[in-house]
T-cell receptor, first 115, second 114 residues
C-alpha cells in the first residue's frame, strides 16, 4: 500500500528565507503525489501535484516540488517565505488499489514564519 | 472557494446521538470522498462514492454510513456517537475516478461530541 512520511511536524523559518518541507513516499507503482495546504479553520487547498509529466512541478503561491524517484522524495520548496505562508502542509499519495482513488496523507507539517 | 459545500459547519451533540453531514460536490463531479481529520489519527480516508455507487471503504467504523444520491450530493451518517468521534469531517470531489485527478475539498464540518 502507498504511504507518505513527512519529516518534521513543525518547521519555523524567517520571513524571506527558504522554505523546505520534506516528504518521502512509498509506492509499488509510479505514484501520483500531491501537496495540499490548510489554513486555520479552512479546508484543504491544492498547491501542486505530480502526475509523471515533469519532475519539477510548479504550483500556486510560488511553491514548487521536485519528484526524485531515486530518493522516493517529493519535497516542497519556496525560495522566499511570506507571512501568509503560515499554515499546515500535507503531502499525499493517490492510492488506486482495487479501483479506489483515495488519498493517503502524511501527518502534516506546521509552518511558522518569523518576522 | 473550491466549489464543494458542506453543511453544517459546526455540530455539537451528545454521546449516543446520531448526526448527518451533508456534502454537495462541484458541478459535474461524479466522485465524492469523505475524510476524517483528528489530532491523533490525522487525515484519514473514510469512503468513496462514484456516480451513486460505493467504490471504496477506508477506516470507516460500522457505526458510520454514507450514500450518494441521484443529484450526486452525499450524506455521511454517524450514529451511536462517542467522544472519540469528535473531529473535522471533510468531503472532497473529483470529476471521475482517476488517481491523477485533483480532489477538491470542502470547508469541513467540525463535530464535537460531549
Amino acid at each position: 500500500a502507498q504511504s507518505v512520511t513527512q519529516l518534521g511536524s513543525h518547521v519555523s523559518v524567517s520571513e524571506g528565507a527558504l522554505v523546505l518541507l520534506r516528504c518521502n513516499y512509498s509506492s509499488s507503482v509510479p505514484p501520483y503525489l500531491f501537496w495540499y495546504v490548510q489554513y486555520p479553520n479552512q479546508g484543504l487547498q491544492l498547491l501542486l501535484k505530480y502526475t509523471s509529466a515533469a519532475t519539477l512541478v510548479k504550483g500556486i503561491n510560488g511553491f514548487e516540488a521536485e519528484f526524485k524517484k531515486s530518493e522516493t522524495s517529493f519535497h516542497l520548496t519556496k525560495p522566499s517565505a511570506h507571512m501568509s505562508d503560515a499554515a499546515e502542509y500535507f503531502c499525499a499519495v493517490s492510492d488506486e488499489n482495487q479501483g479506489a482513488q483515495k488519498l493517503v496523507f502524511g501527518q502534516g507539517t506546521r509552518l511558522t514564519i518569523n518576522p | 472557494d473550491s466549489g464543494v459545500t458542506q453543511t453544517p459547519k459546526h455540530l455539537i451533540t451528545a454521546t449516543g446521538q446520531r448526526v448527518t453531514l451533508r456534502c454537495s460536490p462541484r458541478s459535474g463531479d461524479l466522485s465524492v470522498y469523505w475524510y476524517q481529520q483528528s489530532l491523533d489519527q490525522g487525515l484519514q480516508f473514510l469512503i468513496q462514492y462514484y456516480n451513486g455507487e460505493e467504490r471504496a471503504k477506508g477506516n470507516i467504523l460500522e457505526r458510520f454510513s454514507a450514500q450518494q444520491f441521484p443529484d450526486l450530493h452525499s450524506e455521511l451518517n454517524l450514529s451511536s456517537l462517542e467522544l472519540g468521534d469528535s473531529a473535522l469531517y471533510f468531503c472532497a470531489s473529483s470529476p471521475r475516478r482517476q488517481g491523477a485527478e485533483t480532489q477538491y475539498f470542502g470547508p469541513g464540518t467540525r463535530l464535537l461530541v460531549l
